[in-house]
Each structure stands twice: as C-alpha cells, then as structure tokens.
C-alpha cells in the first residue's frame, strides 16, 4: 500500500523543481504558462504569480485535456508549464499527471513563498 509520500517521492522525481530564478527569468522571457495548483481560497489570501493561470489541482485534468468543455486553452502539450502551489507538494502531483497526459516540459517552481521571497511579480 502507497503512503503520501511514496506518491510524492514518484512526482518529484518525474517533476523537476527549478531554482525560482530560473522560473523568474522564464516568466520575464514571457515565453512559459504559469499555473498555479492552489484552491482559490489560497490564492485570495497571498496572491499569486502575475498572469498565473489558476487551474486547482483537482481540476487539472479537465482543464489539461482538449477533449473536454473545461478546457483551458493555455494548457497546451507544446507549451512549457511552471506549476506553483504553497509548498511545492501539489506541484509535483499535478505535473506528474500532467505528464502522465502527455505534456512534457512541466517543472515545479515549489511554493508561492519562494517566488515572493525571490520578487516574483504578483497579482492578486
């Protein structure tokens, strides 16, 4: 039987975390989609990365797959995906089904934290 963290020890050795400065340079290059994986609850009390989409982990299946009506058209299997959350742990599983999808260039910037610490730009 798979403990939480067996599921998470899986997802971040499929997901690599980036250092939050690497993600910073990607995000001012304008040239990835970020999403952040936080309920909105979360996201209504630190904000989140600036033009983040906002796709909940437990939604990110519906929003990832074409063939859906919840589609989110910036999540296509060609475009670099950075996934935030609080801690980098619902980042990790949500790329990991993201991979599991088909997409390939997923990374893990770890938690919303690490992008304010570092100045990352921010929105409500």
């Known amino acids: 039987?798979?403990?939480?963290?067996?599921?998470?020890?899986?997802?971040n050795a499929?997901?690599?975390r980036v250092p939050v400065e690497e993600a910073l340079r990607k995000h001012a290059e304008g040239q990835a989609v970020f999403v952040d994986v936080r309920d909105s609850g979360a996201i209504a009390k630190t904000g989140t990365i600036a033009g983040a989409q906002r796709v909940p982990?437990?939604?990110?299946?519906?929003?990832?797959?074409?063939?859906?009506?919840y589609h989110n058209p910036a999540l296509t299997k060609d475009t670099e995906l950075y996934l935030v959350c609080g801690?980098?742990?619902?980042?990790?599983?949500?790329?990991?089904t993201l991979k599991e999808m088909g997409f390939t260039r997923v990374h893990n910037?770890?938690?919303i934290g690490d992008w304010k610490s570092a100045g990352g730009p921010m929105e409500d």
């Open 109 to 111: 910037v770890g938690g």
């Open 87 to 96: 801690a980098g742990g619902q980042a990790a599983l949500a790329g990991k």
């Open 14 to 16: 499929q997901v690599p």
């Open 57 to 69: 982990r437990g939604f990110i299946e519906f929003a990832a797959d074409a063939g859906t009506p």
């Open 1 to 11: 039987m798979k403990s939480a963290k067996d599921y998470l020890d899986e997802a």
